[in-house]
């Protein structure tokens, strides 16, 4: 028997109290306003005081409104009618398909035994050189990409997500504007992968409190579908709106904080998603690829500093092309000794020649004379630039590294490369 | 009677609980709910209020629901049998969990640390009626490749007879082996095992030591200019992607040290899995048994429950603690502390504290402080040495050093390794930057030579940044020269590549024949014409050095590159620079 409660004591932003007896924390309840109902989630406990979160948001909530406590947890439904299916952060259909009930599952669940995970092993390739070369995308990673407002990184997210040799895509939005959205279905729908996606939608003119479930409903979802076998890719975007969201209920709940305002558990919130990521030992993988935007182009922002720390790299996303500095995934050194023996000597080289041809970049921009070693470095940038950087680029791994050989060998000497004298012998191109 | 009480409030993992018997601070207590016994600790007590940190999920607990106090305080299971396990922050055997809970981590389910059926091959040391106080042996047993001391327990004071001691034999842990007898004619049953509050740094040794050993850890950069000695401690702070989980996987393989104790700490569970999967296939040239013999992990990784993440620091430093009264050399590295930090901001929040800077509590200093304190050199009671040696990594927010935890660690730790963004964006690993960290412990080679060659990387730096402003063609070819063999210093001897088999472990030998070549080329007075040559020669001079970086040691191969870059040195060398007769002497350069 669902008792319902009629008095609302307090209302204070998104979070209402009501005073009632044998409610569980973390227990769902559901509100009928004059605007429909919504779903709650409770968030503190004191004595006979229940504090709730409310989905909808606290705006028009009046104290004579009735509350209902449902006694269970936040659940989604989990069954393949989820593929190619649409829904907002509480779950609810938002394309015109029916609402789903069946094979209800509890969302944010347990953490994975770290004895049952195995190690990433497998390369996920993508076709973009800066990622497939230089910082090798590995099942089961977790990597953000940390951008500025105004870069393409959903575009970016689209193109991994269509060229990504994965089993099924969900992606979850936090914050979204309803363009990006509509760009993400478009280009899933022509890229023809559309059926082997779930999205989970939360627009910016959405209530806050459902960009915070954004994340654990995909996550949740995807972790079923892993244990299925299935190599899923979770496509988070944004990650900062969703903290933004955090910090704003962590204020309203007047709760200390710690840095410029945002929640002194927010490494912990942020890593019990992100740590969801996983490749279980005879089942599926779960890889999440994460876009952070920072504020002001600060790396030092809370959000993508946090997240550095909790994810296994990232990829910096800078004038429309993937940085190199900076850049970095930490599992590429699982897959890459395995793809081809050059890999990771190319990797490394070419990469301190670019960073020389920065300084010599530098050097020019001063107006010192050049060295003859300059000019080989200024002719190698260049070509480093439009035939790697370059978003468009889009070729195998392999070809990439030949291309790789191909412009050093163009601009500098064997022995200046310092790559290993027998690697050299093998692979440098031979002339004519 | 231990007391109980009942559950009036809930606030993410912090609960109050209504009780009025007696309770002590950092008692344990367990949650009843829905069926589920939940452990958590009491972190503060008002009247007849209590306050508890969860050390699980706390959804689904209510008001009402009943708590029962277990009158001790968080304690680990110590004894035979803790090597080569891995636990989660409150010593539960993760494997063990897995083979019953399956892949996930359910709340409430607690398991032995130690395996009960095992037994061990137990030797007595004692005979009846011999006096014996809290540490002493009465036995022995063989664990991996240590003997393993059965010890009277620490908690007990003053001194005892033994009563009767079991012969030798084959027992499990919780089998009786000892009955002593106090002073006041109680008889006490020993077993095997014995618990210790894991909050309280464990004493029972005669006196503290000064370390002046360093701990070979075959990391150039750091043995020959950074050193720790055994029973020290050091920080790693450094932002991320600058190293620290690859240096401290390096130093937790290669150190020369008889056990490591890793604590990852709220840090990625899939790092812990790589430690998990890759020692036992790897061996400890000490032993010749698989490294995972003298590892334990203590893996409390981010997505699991904060409150635990506290205690782990503390369980693997306890633990630490007990190797070390059996006269070995324990290696504890604790990643990431900063983590540790947080779950104490989370809970100090949740309590409403007064916060101090950046919201960390008021007593952050004094309980790092207090934490690193509990490494140290000892000489036990059998006259015997044994050593904790603590390295924590630091995860300073935005990578700058100035934050809290940073400040703190440094004013307690004898060595600092300082990552850096810039080393680790150029690709020079390890990222430690080697002009800004240092150590106040003795280096393998005298520090008239370290200092030698550290002279020529300021200079070279200092050319560096000058060189920015003025230009290369504003340099004095002296004056390059001296950058050029400070960048060739730093590619060739700093960074290591701890991908490659051979350079990623340097063992003692080798460095000081190697470091004897690098300061015979830092003394070198090299003639050329133009700055443009003087570079190619350097680049030609580099290949080949990291070309033996790569070789066996005393290899035919090695012996061959040796004497070519010898050869190539001496073409160009035209006697040493002035002032360097004393170095190359201390460095025993003919």
Request: hydrophobic share 40%; with cysteine; glycine share 8%.
């Amino acid at each position: 028997m669902d008792k319902i409660y009629s008095k609302i004591e307090s209302i204070s932003g998104n979070v209402i109290t009501v005073k009632a007896k044998n409610v569980a924390y973390g227990e769902l309840a559901e509100i009928t306003t004059s605007f429909g109902t919504s779903l709650a989630e409770v968030i503190k406990l004191d004595r006979d005081m229940v504090s709730l979160q409310v989905f909808a948001g606290g705006r028009g909530v009046s104290t004579g409104d009735s509350v209902r406590f449902l006694g269970n947890p936040m659940r989604v439904s989990f069954s393949d009618n989820l593929l190619g299916r649409v829904f907002t952060g509480s779950g609810e259909p938002r394309d015109n398909g029916p609402a789903l009930s069946e094979n209800l599952i509890t969302i944010a669940g347990p953490s994975f035994n770290p004895a049952k995970r195995i190690v990433p092993s497998k390369i996920v390739r993508t076709g973009i050189p800066m990622i497939d070369l230089f910082n090798t995308l590995v099942e089961s990673q977790k990597l953000p990409i940390f951008s500025i407002s105004g870069e393409p990184y959903n575009e970016l997210l689209a193109r991994i997500a269509l060229q990504a040799e994965v089993d099924m895509i969900i992606l979850g939005g936090m914050g979204l504007k309803y363009d990006d959205y509509l760009y993400f279905k478009e280009t899933l729908e022509e890229g023809g992968a559309l059926s082997r996606t779930i999205m989970y939608i939360h627009t910016a003119s959405d209530p806050t409190v459902e960009c915070l479930m954004v994340p654990d409903i995909s996550l949740a979802v995807a972790e079923k579908f892993a244990l299925q076998g299935k190599r899923v890719l979770v496509l988070l975007t944004d990650m900062t709106n969703f903290a933004d969201a955090k910090k704003e209920i962590s204020i309203t709940q007047e709760q200390v904080p710690s840095n410029r305002g945002y929640p002194g558990d927010l490494y912990s919130q942020l890593a019990s998603r992100y740590e969801k990521a996983v490749d279980i030992d005879g089942a599926g993988s779960i890889t999440i690829l994460a876009v952070t935007t920072m504020p002001g182009d600060d790396v030092t922002h809370p959000v993508p500093d946090n997240t550095g720390y909790i994810t296994e790299g990232q990829y910096y996303l800078k004038g429309g092309r993937i940085e190199p500095f900076g850049s970095l995934s930490r599992l590429k050194q699982q897959v890459n000794a395995k793809t081809r023996e050059d890999h990771r000597t190319i990797m490394d080289a070419m990469i301190k020649l670019y960073a020389s041809y920065k300084d010599t970049l530098e050097k020019k921009s001063m107006g010192f004379s050049l060295s003859g070693w300059d000019e080989k470095l200024l002719k190698y940038g260049y070509l480093f630039e439009s035939k790697m950087m370059n978003l468009s680029v889009n070729i195998p791994l392999e070809e990439a590294l030949d291309e790789g050989w191909k412009m050093l060998a163009e601009c500098f000497d064997k022995q200046e490369t310092g790559i290993k004298t027998e690697l050299i012998e093998k692979f440098w191109p031979k002339e004519g | 009677m231990s007391a109980k009480g009942k559950v009036s409030g809930v606030n993410g993992n912090m609960i109050t609980v209504e009780v009025s018997d007696k309770i002590a601070m950092n008692e344990v207590g367990y949650v009843l709910s829905n069926g589920k016994r939940l452990k958590s600790e009491i972190i503060r007590i008002n009247g007849d209020t209590a306050q508890m940190q969860i050390y699980e999920i706390s959804g689904g607990i209510k008001v009402g629901d009943d708590v029962e106090f277990t009158g001790e305080m968080l304690a680990v299971e110590l004894g035979p049998g803790l090597l080569g396990q891995i636990y989660d922050g409150l010593q539960n055997p993760l494997p063990e969990l897995a083979a019953r809970t399956g892949f996930f981590l359910e709340p409430g389910v607690y398991l032995d640390a130690l395996d009960r059926q095992k037994k061990w091959a137990f030797t007595p040391v004692v005979g009846k009626g011999e006096t014996v106080a809290a540490a002493d042996t009465l036995g022995t047993v063989p664990e991996a490749a240590f003997t393993h001391r059965i010890m009277v327990p620490f908690s007990f004071l003053g001194e005892y007879t033994v009563d009767w001691i079991a012969p030798e034999g084959e027992y499990a842990v919780a089998d009786k082996i000892a009955v002593i007898k106090d002073a006041g004619g109680n008889s006490h049953d020993l077993t095997m095992m014995f618990e210790w509050p894991v909050k309280r740094a464990v004493k029972c040794y005669s006196e503290r030591l000064k370390p002046v050993k360093p701990m070979v850890t075959q990391v150039r950069l750091i043995d020959t200019f950074l050193p720790v000695a055994l029973g020290g401690t050091f920080c790693i702070p450094g932002p991320f992607g600058a190293g620290k989980t690859v240096l401290q996987q390096t130093l937790s393989r290669h150190a020369d040290v008889d056990i490591v104790i890793i604590a990852a700490c709220g840090e990625r569970a899939g790092e812990v899995v790589e430690t998990l999967k890759e020692f036992p296939e790897l061996t400890d040239p000490k032993t010749g048994r698989s490294l995972m013999e003298r590892t334990v992990i203590i893996a409390n990784t981010s997505s699991m429950p904060v409150a635990s993440r506290e205690a782990s620091v503390y369980t693997a430093v306890t633990l630490a603690e007990y190797y070390r009264q059996m006269g070995l050399n324990v290696l504890l590295i604790a990643d990431s502390t900063s983590r540790w930090a947080q779950a104490m901001r989370e809970m100090s929040g949740r309590l409403e504290e007064i916060p101090g800077d950046e919201a960390f509590p008021a007593y952050l200093e004094s309980t790092i402080a207090a934490f690193y304190e509990r490494a140290g050199l000892v000489r036990l009671k059998d006259g015997s040495v044994g050593s904790v040696t603590i390295g924590g990594t630091v995860s300073p927010a935005g990578g700058n050093f100035d934050e809290p935890v940073t400040q703190a660690t440094l004013k307690v730790v004898g060595a600092f390794l300082g990552l850096s963004r810039e080393r680790s964006d150029a690709r020079k690993y390890p990222a430690i930057h080697p002009l800004e960290s240092w150590s106040k412990y003795k280096s393998l080679i005298p520090s008239s030579v370290t200092g030698y060659v550290y002279d020529v990387m300021r200079k070279s730096a200092e050319i560096d940044q000058m060189m920015k402003v003025v230009g290369e063609e504003g340099t004095s070819l002296e004056d390059f020269l001296i950058y050029l063999k400070g960048e060739y210093v730093d590619a060739v001897y700093f960074q290591q590549n701890s991908f490659d088999p051979v350079d990623a472990a340097v063992p003692t030998e080798r460095q000081h024949r190697y470091f004897k070549l690098i300061v015979r080329i830092a003394a070198a007075n090299l003639k050329f014409t133009e700055k443009d040559e003087a570079r190619r020669w350097f680049a030609g001079l580099r290949l080949k050095t990291l070309d033996l970086n790569g070789t066996a040691y005393l290899s035919d191969e090695f012996l061959r590159i040796e004497k070519e870059i010898e050869a190539f040195v001496e073409e160009r060398r035209d006697g040493y620079l002035p002032h360097s007769e004393a170095v190359l002497k201390a460095a025993e350069v003919k």
